[in-house]
């Protein structure tokens, strides 16, 4: 009786060329070396860009302004990221969802990261940060 390896060499070494074939083809499709792999790909999230209006409340006197936003959501459509800018007041806002912590803003003024929770601040105006509104953006 031959064991498995020695049958392999024995069917190798015979005349039939067909088996020959027939175990070389199964040899080289089973090969794990051969074998194509996919990396998973990563994730890629596409800015949407917009201008609205705001408004800097500094004491009793507002200041209006053309603010530029961009935002990135998840595939599902819930925000990701939201960074706006003011060049006229020289202002950066930058907001992003933690799965731990909520929604986080970090802003050019106070230049540090804290929770901030949006406020209504009249109709279609929502607060972004304290003393900064945009108007007609969403929550979410």
Not at 51 to 72: P, R, S
Not at 109 to 138: A, D, F, Q, R, T
């Amino acid at each position: 009786m031959y064991q498995k390896g020695n049958l392999l060499i024995k069917l190798l070494l015979e005349d039939c060329w067909m088996k020959k074939l027939l175990i070389l083809t199964a040899l080289l499709f089973s090969s794990p070396a051969f074998a194509e792999t996919t990396s998973p790909k990563p994730k890629v999230y596409r800015p949407f860009t917009y201008e609205t209006n705001c408004i800097l409340e500094a004491g009793n006197q507002t200041y209006d302004d053309i603010c530029k936003v961009i935002e990135t959501r998840e595939t599902g459509g819930a925000l990701r990221t939201r960074n706006i800018f003011s060049n006229k007041w020289g202002l950066t806002i930058k907001g992003r969802f933690d799965k731990e912590k909520g929604y986080m803003t970090w802003d050019s003024h106070n230049k540090y990261e804290y929770k901030w929770e949006y406020k209504v601040g009249g109709s279609g105006w929502v607060y972004v940060m304290p003393g900064v509104l945009l108007e007609n953006i969403s929550w979410d």
